[in-house]
């Protein structure tokens, strides 16, 4: 889904396919205004075309071509550019409930959202349409090179995470991690719990996070902790881990953002397909400057590529 039309969504979407490798792991949909993919392939002068779809049909497999599926949620002549509004706030709240429905009948294998603008869906009153992580049921995973960090908990005080953190818990998200995993191809995923107190030395890891991960080992799943935090996450980049769970949004972001920012992406587990995004916003200032970095969607569009047809992360069977 290309994201809020008036950001660059749909510049960084045509830069990313346009690149031509996209196609070598997947055949790739947008989904959204096609008046703001031709927008945005005016923009960058890309050497494209867009073939508009009412509805979701048989995709092109030609590179040259871009496929975009528009039932209409922006009207014709409408075009908002960097700036929240709430037409777009409803056209991307329409877009995500299309996406998602198109990966729930098996049309679409996984699904990337596009940079989305908050404010523009609080103007509509769509900001629930967001998929967003809520400890139990969906987790967000960040994706760097071999740093791999799915988070426990995300925007939550950290006064409230030690309330929230309980052995049910750290093992039904080892339990989701493992399985998401395995499905996209790691056959034994190696996952290491960070802890929450320096050097994992505290109540929390004594009471709650390790007879969770007590229990997840005991199911045969190959994961330790708690790990110091301090090291942990150096330990992945090593090749240690496949996976981290940190425990809370600053733990994990902060090793993500130093280890390499760029070309970042992002996994959000629930729902019953992969679903991705990218770890960037709808950046107004820069629309059409010809200075948005398409690294992370495609990043993004190459992982999720691979991921959906179970060939892992680097494209072999791990």
């Given amino acids: 889904m290309i994201g809020d039309p008036a950001g660059i969504g749909p510049e960084v979407a045509v830069k990313a396919l346009a690149s031509g490798s996209v196609h070598e792991v997947s055949i790739p ?34 590179p040259g071509v871009i496929d975009v599926v528009d039932t209409g949620a922006l009207p014709p002549g409408v075009l ?16 995500l409930d299309e996406l998602d429905a198109l990966a729930r009948d098996g049309s679409f294998a996984a699904t990337i959202m596009g940079p989305i603008s908050t404010g523009s869906l609080k103007m509509a ?25 799915a988070h426990l908990t995300d925007h939550m005080p950290l006064r409230q995470v030690i309330d929230v953190i309980t052995t049910d818990l750290v093992e039904g998200a080892i339990g989701q991690v493992n399985d998401a995993m395995r499905s996209w191809g790691i056959a034994c995923p190696r996952i290491a719990v960070a802890g929450l107190n320096p050097h994992a030395m505290g109540d929390e890891e004594r009471l709650e996070i390790a007879p969770g991960v007590e ?58 397909y992969l679903h ?13 400057t010809g200075k948005a970095d398409a690294a992370m969607m495609l990043s993004a569009m190459l992982t999720c590529g691979r991921l959906a047809a179970g060939r892992g992360f680097t494209g072999g069977t791990e």
Avoid at 80 to 94: K, M, N, S, V, Y
Avoid at 276 to 288: C, E, F, L, N, P
């Fill in 80 to 95: 908002p550019l960097r700036e929240d509004t709430e037409i777009a706030g409803h056209a991307t709240a329409q877009w």
């Fill in 125 to 149: 009153g769509k900001l629930h349409k967001v998929i967003s992580p809520t400890p139990g049921e969906s987790y967000l995973v960040l994706l760097t090179g071999p740093l791999r960090v």
């Fill in 276 to 288: 991705m995004s990218v770890a960037h916003g709808t950046a107004y200032d820069i629309v059409g």
């Fill in 29 to 62: 949909v947008l989904l959204g205004s096609t008046a703001a993919v031709e927008r945005a392939i005016d923009m960058i002068g890309a050497n494209v075309r867009v073939r508009p779809m009412r509805r979701f049909e048989k995709p092109s497999d030609d």
């Fill in 215 to 272: 229990r997840a080992r005991a199911k045969g799943i190959a994961v330790e902790g708690p790990i110091a935090p301090d090291s942990v996450f150096r330990q992945c980049i090593e090749g240690r881990y496949d996976m981290v769970l940190a425990m809370c949004h600053d733990q994990g972001h902060i090793a993500v953002k130093t280890w390499g920012f760029s070309g970042n992406c992002v996994i959000m587990m629930g729902p019953p």
